[in-house]
């Protein structure tokens, strides 16, 4: 098995953020009654035309310009002829002849290793429907609230050797199409979508086998779970003597293994020709550069610049610029409090522990830098002590509660009164003789105790560093 | 009824010789225009002229065959009303507002059946309105039904639907020519003032040349194609069908401009075409080509246009006749390309969103399979098997990019030929219209009959047909004259000083009596 | 290039288009298309060596929509000319 090395190519699809369907004015909203988001166009009703949504167009530049392609100035649509009761018109307007981005590329790191993955273009083109299949009747239920929605086909080379590799590259482009504002991305809601070629061959060899096309892959463990099946499958059949068929397999997770899709019912010939409805599509040097002046930092730049501007540790600024709202709150909170460390380690520590129980997204994060900075202002100046400022970050991480009010609320404002300090602890000294007596005698852990008994006294607000200071003294 | 019943023919108001013997006998016999003048008078009402054609359609139906469906009498006569109290209020004021038209049944009416003339759509009732239609009910035209066709528009005969045969209202025994057919037949058996057909490969002007009335193909883009039920996408235009070119010019009006629902509708004032409607054709350069007079040509059909031609230099034109080239080309160009988009565009019909499905299947192949070879007819599966060919691997670039590109070289011939002239003129067809049930048998020499029409589709431009005399057998012969793209005017001006020689020749199914 | 469009051919085309001839209508079919395509391989005396093709008659770029939703449910509209449907849904038989 040691000699064989398997060559993989991506196809990515990727739903687009727009408000409406490509080619009609029906929502893309998720979700939804079946067949409540359709019209004539994307129903494939007689007559009905297709019409281009420009978001579509302007996010597939600027996908394209984040990945390093030409952009095609002279781009057009193509129809893709099979039939399916998901694709209503029995074609999908997609793009054969001018896609509108061309050799591009990305960088990725596998295995601490850098390396370049090739895009041979990028193309735009509209969703199916959905079907759902009846477990008691031979009958298949067809809603088209997805037909039309705008998708991006990221084709890649066949770069790619293994299941990390593959993996790295679906995660730059996720964080790139994320920057960008394109598309949220999510592989488990469908709305980014791989479908793996693979071929094997001996190792150090350059001559490519025949591929095979895997479909339905839904999260980065199917698909290694699908490239390492495919693998083995290939190899076995060569090493049986026989010849692997090129043809698209369909995953099944729960079974961990790959079916056909051939029939005899499916020719594979989708006889592409220019859509004669949609007038092709210029993009001048003008409408480029309008769409490269908007385009974000992203996440290469942004964590290195992290690291150099804020002084944050490499791990912490990956993890950070992972997501653009994340890095844009570290940033904002950053500025705001002069504290990049601090900052991070609450984003580092209670934020991703609190993403992580409430199952949220950093997308998903709603508090604003203003409170967090609020916050590492109150602790820093000692106002209120680290215990309470984790319930307090708590609260504005749930609520974006401003913790100035908040603390004022619950009067949790830190003792500083050195007074009302010495008069607590000098009563907890006369209530714990033993552990005066132990501390005396040198165990450390005593202090301790007292430190803690002193605390709760004070229900948590006193500042710890003056109750060492004075039980020290005291004792 | 207080229709005034007239002994003076007033078919051209302005024109007190007009030279028709026939009484008005019905308001169908005037043209849109007239009529509408008259609602717009007060000299009859809506409901008259609703009337009166509900009562020709019916006299002369049994024997033309026209349409595929009409409007029940109940719901004609309380539009009429209605659009008659919109008239009288003050909202409706549009020379075609009250005008009963027919419309070709390709063309989307929400809640009126669709058919295209196939099995296959036989009980659709489309969910939206074309944009023509919904141009001429805001006009206040009064839709009275669908008129018959070739099944999805592919012949030239309207002997291919699946709802019965056309027949000439000139001579019962033969076609009305297609694919518009119906909507020809309709106008020219005075059923109705006027019709929309569609224009594919000549479908508006062969059958107008057939029946002896008016139709034009506008320039491609200029009419809205959304709900028209795509046969050839890249080809096609709804145009008007009417009896003359005044009435061609008012509708048109009416019906082009740009459609938001149309990315292929261009964006362009107004024309003003009333406008090109003067005698005075003085200066106007025409070209004939040669290639237009080739031997397949009937001779009579040769002698009316040229005779043409020596009207047309009598009033001022300047004629000349030159080498277009590449005439042979423009039918194998055309049914490459007609029947690739076709076999595309009909796929959509597969039994599961609308229209026909099987009745027995086994699984969703099975279905697919049989609803189609059930529900189309067989020139319509021809054609969609040919479409698959000319794209399928390994002869997309033989077949479907060679058309492509011969049709960039017939585009540069007509550029050329424009450079020089005004309008181009020549025969709509080679022939007259054939005797029923004699072209199907010989599907390429009847392709070869689109010979003069399917240019002007390749390349885009206006043409119209105009009556322009009969053959020996009192068979109607056209006139064919094409500007270059956007030109209508042109157009229309030479065949408006045309047809102001002529006097109107009423088809004998119109004429009260029985055609043969 | 003159193509044969023989029994194999049909049976591609048949699977390519969904359509599915009688046993008496293929031979016909076969000569017809067969007879349409010697027709059409006229245009091959034509020298289009370097033309460009032309897709578009009226040269027009960059119609769009804006990204603005215009369209309510129309459901029962778009349901209603189904063969077969249930809950809303179009009815197919089963595709897996």
Known sequence: MKDYESVIGLEVHVELSTQTKIFCGCTTEFGGEPNTHTCPVCTGMPGALPVLNKQVVEHAIAVGLATNCEINRNCRFDRKNYFYPDNPQDYQISQLYEPICLNGFVDINADGEKKKIRIHEIHMEEDAGKLIHDENAALSYVDLNRSGVPLIEIVSEPDMRSAQEVIAYLEKLRTIIQYLGASDCKLQEGSMRADVNLSVRKAGTDSLGTRTEMKNLNSFKAISRAIAAETARQISIIEEGGNVIQETRRWDDNKEESFSMRSKEDAQDYRYFPEPDLPGIFISQKWIDEIKAFQPEFKDEKKERYISEYCIPEEDADIITDSKHLAGIFERTAVLCGEPKKVSNWLMVDTLRLLKEKSMDASDIKFSPENLAKLIKLTGSGIINSTVAKEVFEEIFEHDTDPDVYIKEHGLAQVNDESALRETIQKVIDENPQSVEDYRNGKEKAMGFLVGQTMKAMAGKANPGMVNNILKELL | MHRKKKTVNTWFPEQSDFAGKDDILSLMDFTAVELGEKIKSGDVSVVDAAKDCLDAIEKSEKDICAFITRIDEKEVIRQAEEIQKKIDAGELSGPLAGVPVAIKDNICTEGIRTTCASRILSDFIPPYSATVVSKLQNEGALIVGKTNMDEFAMGSTTETSYFGVTKNPWNLNRVPGGSSGGSAAAVSAHQVTFALGSDTGGSIRQPCAYCGVTGIKPTYGSVSRNGLIAYGSSLEQIGPIAKDVRDCAVILEAIMGHDTKDSTSVKRKKPGLLSSLTEDITGVRIGVPRDYFNSGTDIQIKDAVLEAVKVLTKKGAVVEEFDLSLVEYAVPAYYIIASAEAGSNLSRFDGVKYGFRTKEYNDLHQMYKRTRSEGFGDEVKRRIMLGSFVLSAGYYDAYYMKALKSKALIKKAFDSAFEKYDVILGPVTPSVAPETGTSLKDPIKMYLGDIYTVSANLAGLPAISVPCGLDEEGMPIGLQLMGDCFNEKDVLKVAYAFEKTRDYQKSPAASGGKAV | ?96
Request: aromatic share 4%.
């Open chain 3, 1 to 96: 290039m003159s193509v044969l469009i023989d029994e194999k051919m049909l049976d591609h085309l048949g699977v390519l288009s969904k359509l599915e001839l009688k046993e008496e209508e293929r031979k016909k079919t076969c000569e017809d298309i067969g007879d349409m395509l010697k027709y059409i391989d006229k245009l091959n005396e034509l020298d289009t060596e370097g033309v460009d093709p032309l897709v578009q008659i009226i040269p027009m770029e960059n119609v769009f929509r804006q990204d603005k939703i215009s369209n309510k449910n129309e459901k029962d509209k778009m349901l209603a000319n189904a063969p077969q449907k249930k809950d809303g849904q179009y009815v197919v038989p089963r595709t897996i």
